[in-house]
């Protein structure tokens, strides 16, 4: 079996304190969704397209793995985009899927 890094998260939803409750509350689960993917490996330190270093590794897609770094505003895109389209880009999705098959 091969030996894995064992990753954490905190998870601090003060930055979204001043929005209106039902959308800090979608923030909260897209924040989430994006601390989540970081403990699962994505994205991959594999991936050479579609991915930027700014603060650790970010996806470039529509995708809740993207850098929100004007809070609350990217956030609340991130959010919009997530709603509409979905959590993840398939790029995500395909590491995801390949982290819990290893």
Known sequence: ?????LNTAIISVFRFRKLKENKKY???????MHEGGHMFGLPSNKRKENV???L???????CVMRQGLIVPDDWVR????RI?????????V???YAFFRE
């Open 1 to 5: 079996m091969p030996k894995r890094n």
């Open 26 to 32: 979608e923030c909260i689960k897209t924040l989430a």
């Open 52 to 54: 930027e270093e700014k």
């Open 56 to 62: 650790g590794g970010h996806c470039t897609n529509r």
């Open 78 to 81: 991130m959010t919009e985009d």
């Open 84 to 92: 509409k389209y979905g959590p993840l880009c398939n790029q995500c």
């Open 94 to 96: 395909n590491e995801i």
